[in-house]
């Protein structure tokens, strides 16, 4: 019962490379996030896919991009990594979009030198 | 100003102390969520609730719509219950996407 998984746990890059982290999940659900946590701050909202084939925008989406390659998979893509974005990012499912709690993976610590 | 906001933002207790974390929100909300962040960082839901109070075991919530104010209460406190509790409110403009408080930290000592 492996809910959501995030890969990898922990990566430390060098300004101006890039990568990509990567969620699954296996509970089939349509609703999909991709947060940032940073110290004295709120969890905040980069992007998210409403279902399978959507995104959208969240709060904080300067210099990222995503993918919902299939209904299980959102991958967050940092093209030119900068130190602003050393976070613990946290991806999240939900089974649709009415009242249902988020189900969170266990973070990716992320720092960019 | 914070659309979320939580009180205290640090809080220790001794063992079997009663617990109250508090988070008021401005925003019209549907449902207020609250989690809790473990010291190893994952994060789980404890709660969804938009009215009256829930229970589950030890952890009560409780909501008041008019006041837009709700409280997480921990009973017979222990130190296990060491962790971030955090609450969060849907967005007005889009329900799906949640606003969160910056977090409760909770230590807890036997």
């Known amino acids: 019962n492996a809910g959501v998984t995030q890969t990898p746990k922990f990566q430390v890059l060098k300004t101006g490379q890039s990568m990509t982290l990567q969620c699954a999940q296996d509970m089939n659900h349509n609703s999909m996030y991709w947060y940032r946590q940073d110290p004295g701050m709120g969890l905040r909202l980069i992007y998210y896919s409403a279902s399978e084939g959507t995104t959208d925008k969240g709060e904080v989406p300067n210099g990222y991009n995503v993918s919902r390659l299939n209904k299980r998979e959102f991958s967050l893509r940092l093209e030119s990594a900068a130190p602003s974005q050393t976070s613990v990012y946290f991806c999240?499912?939900?089974?649709?979009?009415?009242?249902?709690?988020?189900?969170f993976g266990d973070g990716t610590r992320l720092s960019i030198l | 100003k914070n659309e979320v906001e939580q009180s205290p933002q640090n809080l220790t207790a001794q063992e079997g102390e009663f617990i109250t974390i508090n988070c008021s929100y401005s925003v019209g909300i549907s449902a207020l969520h609250w989690l809790q962040q473990h010291p190893g960082g994952g994060i789980v839901s404890l709660f969804m609730?938009?009215?009256g109070k829930k229970k589950h075991g030890r952890l009560i919530a409780t909501i008041n719509i008019q006041e837009k104010h709700s409280s997480l209460h921990i009973t017979a406190s222990h130190p296990r219950d060491s962790a971030v509790y955090i609450c969060a409110a849907p967005r007005k403009d889009n329900t799906d996407k949640l606003i969160f408080g910056t977090g409760t930290r909770l230590q807890v000592f036997p």
């Open positions: 999240a499912s939900r089974r649709d979009q009415s009242n249902q709690p988020q189900h």
């Open positions: 609730l938009s009215s």
